[in-house]
């Protein structure tokens, strides 16, 4: 599985950008797909997670209400809408697929594929 994560950009506080994340190599619906995030000399955190469906989603607090996660498996394709955007949001961001777990999973370690992150720098 290869997953290709594109749309970061920088943006201005209070703007919005749209993440996707397309996968190759294996039927999409068979994995959960999340969204983490990295800043710069801090953990990776996990941001949002869809599962197989699309039925349910989780979010982190901090992105609650202001970030969308959704997926079209026609397409093969997981999306991150993000609005409201601040400062404290700038990370490189990486989508991930577990192939295990299709409930809430939040640990990166759980997850087999990586995507190659794309950047997301938000200016005050």
């Known amino acids: 599985v290869q997953l290709q994560a594109s749309g970061g950009g920088l943006v201005q506080a209070g703007a919005s950008l749209r993440l996707s994340c397309v996968a190759s190599?294996?039927?999409?619906?068979?994995?959960?797909t999340s969204w983490f995030r990295q800043a710069p000399g801090k953990e990776r955190e996990f941001v949002a997670r869809?599962?197989?469906?699309?039925?349910?989603?989780y979010y982190r607090d901090s992105v609650k209400g202001r970030f969308t996660i959704s997926r079209d498996n026609a397409k093969n394709t997981v999306y991150l809408q993000m609005n409201s955007l601040n400062p404290e949001d700038t990370a490189v961001y990486y989508c991930?697929?577990?192939?295990?777990?299709?409930?809430?999973?939040?640990?990166?370690?759980?997850?087999?594929?990586w995507g190659q992150g794309t950047l997301v720098t938000v200016s005050s």
């Open positions: 991930a697929a577990d192939v295990r777990y299709n409930g809430p999973n939040y640990r990166p370690t759980d997850y087999e594929y």
């Open positions: 190599g294996r039927t999409f619906s068979s994995y959960a």
């Open positions: 869809i599962s197989r469906s699309g039925q349910n989603t």
